[in-house]
C-alpha cells in the first residue's frame, strides 16, 4: 500500500468521522424504520377501513313477479306477418283455447318486417297483459306503443314455430258448466222442470225454451256440445240416464240439453260419481323486466 493511501485510510479511521458516520447510520435508521412501519399501518389501516377494498359488484336486478291479469280481462288482436295464409286464425284460435279474449284477426300491414316469433304491441297501462300473451309464444318480443287501454296486439312473424303447450285439462264441475235446457216433445212446462233440477244440481242454467232447432227426438235426451265442451258434456251425461251425445260447431263450453220423449228424470243424485278431488292450482303471475333492462 501507497503511502498516500495509508495517510487516507488513517484519516478516515480519526475519532471525529468514526463518530460522524455512526451518528449518521443512528439519522438514517430513526428516518427509515419509522417510516415504513407508518407507511405498513396507513396501509392495513386503509385496508381495514374498506377505503383500498375493491367496490361490491353491483347487484343484478331482479324481475317484479306480480298477479297475472284475468286471461279474458283484456282483448288480444292478431296480425300476420308471416305470408303464410291463415296463420293469425290459427294463433287466435290458440289463444281463445288459452281463454283468453280474442278481438280482430287480419294481416299486418306489407311494410312490417317481422323476424321473431312475434311482436306484442301494447301500452303503458297493458304491460303485464301483454307478458301474459307473450308467454304463450316462446321467442316473443314487446313493443310499448302509445295506446291508453290494456289491448294489445299479437304480430305473428317469421319465427313462429307455434304456442306454448296446453296445460292438462282439469274435468269441470256443475258450477262451471252452462246449459241450455229445450223441449221437444209434447210435455207443457217440461223444459222448465228439468232446469230447475239442473240447477238444484250446480249446473248454471241459460236459456230455458222448446228447441230453436225444432227437433224432435224420440229418446231421453240429447245433449249438443262444441269442440271444447266435451268434458262438459260428459259430466252432464252423468245425471241424464241414457242421454245421447252430440257434437257440432259452436265455440265454447256452454252445452244444449235437448229433452226427448222418452225422458222420465234425472239419475238419483246417490248414483252420480263423485266429482274427482282437484289440486290446488298455483297462481298465475307475470314478471316485470326491469326498470333499467
Not at 293469425?88 to 294481416?107: P, Q
Not at 228447441?211 to 235426451?221: M, N
Amino acid at each position: 500500500m501507497s503511502q498516500g493511501a495509508e495517510d487516507m485510510d488513517d484519516e478516515d479511521r480519526t475519532p471525529t468521522r468514526v463518530w460522524r458516520r455512526h451518528r449518521l447510520r443512528q439519522i438514517m435508521l430513526f428516518v427509515t424504520v419509522p417510516g415504513v412501519l407508518l407507511g405498513t399501518a396507513s396501509i392495513t389501516a386503509a385496508y381495514s377501513s374498506g377505503w383500498m377494498t375493491p367496490a361490491p359488484p353491483k347487484a343484478a336486478c331482479q324481475p317484479t313477479v306480480v298477479p297475472a291479469p284475468a286471461r279474458g280481462s283484456f282483448t288480444v288482436n292478431v296480425m300476420n306477418a308471416t305470408g303464410v295464409s291463415g296463420t293469425a286464425a290459427k294463433v287466435a284460435a290458440g289463444l281463445g283455447k288459452r281463454k283468453f279474449s280474442v278481438g280482430g284477426i287480419s294481416n299486418a300491414p306489407d311494410s312490417w318486417y317481422v323476424t321473431p316469433s312475434a311482436v306484442v304491441h301494447h301500452g303503458p297501462k297493458g304491460l303485464d297483459q301483454a307478458l301474459l300473451v307473450a308467454s304463450q309464444i316462446p321467442g316473443a318480443k314487446l313493443f310499448e306503443d302509445t295506446r291508453t287501454t290494456r289491448t294489445v296486439d299479437v304480430v305473428v312473424g317469421l319465427g313462429f314455430k307455434g304456442l306454448v303447450p296446453l296445460p292438462a285439462r282439469l274435468k269441470p264441475i256443475p258450477s262451471e258448466v252452462a246449459v241450455n235446457v229445450y223441449n221437444t216433445t209434447y210435455k207443457t212446462g217440461l223444459a222448465k222442470t228439468v232446469a230447475d233440477q239442473v240447477a238444484a244440481r250446480g249446473f248454471k242454467v241459460k236459456d230455458v225454451s222448446n228447441d230453436p232447432l225444432r227437433t224432435l227426438q224420440l229418446g231421453t235426451a240429447v245433449i249438443r256440445y262444441g269442440e271444447d265442451g266435451d268434458l262438459a258434456a260428459a259430466l252432464l251425461k252423468q245425471h241424464v240416464p241414457g242421454a245421447q251425445l252430440l257434437k257440432d260447431d259452436r265455440r265454447g263450453t256452454g252445452l244444449d240439453l235437448v229433452i226427448g220423449n222418452a225422458y222420465t228424470a234425472l239419475v238419483p243424485l246417490a248414483e252420480v260419481p263423485p266429482l274427482p278431488a282437484r289440486p290446488k292450482l298455483p297462481t298465475p303471475t307475470v314478471a316485470r323486466p326491469c326498470a333499467d333492462s
